[in-house]
T-cell receptor, first 118, second 112 residues
Framework: GAGVSQSPRYKVAKRGQDVALRCDPISGHVSLFWYQQALGQGPEFLTYFQNEAQLDKSGLPSDRFFAERPEGSVSTLKIQRTQQEDSAVYLC????????????????FGDGTRLSIL | QKEVEQNSGPLSVPEGAIASLNCTYS??????FFWYRQYSGKSPELIMF????GDKEDGRFTAQLNKASQYVSLLIRDSQPSDSATYLCAVNDGGSQGNLIFGKGTKLSVKP
């Protein structure tokens, strides 16, 4: 497909388990973003990659959250020792440009992973 | 704390009417402004983006930007029941690499 693909669509985990969420951006897109969307809220920024470089991780809520994009394409968001407050939809977005132009380019979102921590 | 404020609604309009959605933002460094539509359980879908003061029209949608007042709006003409969704206002974080700051969204309901 031509859009941003995320997997799994739904993930249920017990508190304390580790989870990994995958994002496959639009082919050739330089920039990749992760957002967290709680129920009834707008998405909140977690982290940003330009190619394989993680240039901003200021939104990650704790050191239990870790993201990588080793080859500048697919990205994985990992959450260790999950807590109930981690329950949310995790959205991935990509953009065709990077650097100083990125603020002017729309981001294209995937369908998200709905994470539920029991 | 950089914020984007939207009335959460629900905003209810009859079919065929004009729906007016409003948004204010706090970061004067923001230069790019976006409206996303989000159906329940789905991802945000880009509707409009605007960079310059004034109006920008695309079909039934018009985005309006007033940087002096830090105000963005979206008008939907000839509203249809299929327009019923949550509309998210987003602005770029002027101090960052380009991440977006979102409002909580306004839920629009178009009644047949």
């Amino acid at each position: 497909g031509a859009g941003v693909s995320q997997s799994p669509r739904y993930k249920v985990a017990k508190r304390g388990q580790d989870v990994a969420l995958r994002c496959d951006p639009i082919s050739g897109h330089v920039s990749l973003f992760w957002y967290q969307q709680a129920l009834g809220q707008g998405p909140e920024f977690l982290t940003y990659f330009q190619n394989e470089a993680q240039l901003d991780k200021s939104g990650l809520p704790s050191d239990r959250f870790f993201a990588e994009r080793p080859e500048g394409s697919v990205s994985t968001l990992k959450i260790q020792r999950t807590q109930q407050e981690d329950s949310a939809v995790y959205l991935c977005a990509s953009s065709p440009v990077g650097g100083g132009r990125i603020g002017n380019q729309p981001q294209h979102f995937g369908d998200g992973t709905r994470l539920s921590i029991l | 704390q950089k914020e984007v404020e939207q009335n959460s609604g629900p905003l209810s309009v009859p079919e065929g009417a004009i729906a007016s959605l409003n948004c204010t933002y706090s970061d004067r460094g923001s230069q790019s402004f976006f409206w996303y539509r989000q159906y329940s359980g789905k991802s945000p879908e880009l509707i409009m983006f605007i960079y310059s003061n004034g109006d920008k029209e695309d079909g039934r949608f018009t985005a309006q930007l007033n940087k002096a007042s830090q105000y963005v709006s979206l008008l939907i003409r000839d509203s249809q029941p299929s327009d019923s969704a949550t509309y998210l206002c987003a602005v770029n974080d002027g101090g960052s690499q380009g991440n977006l700051i979102f409002g909580k969204g306004t839920k629009l309901s178009v009644k047949p």
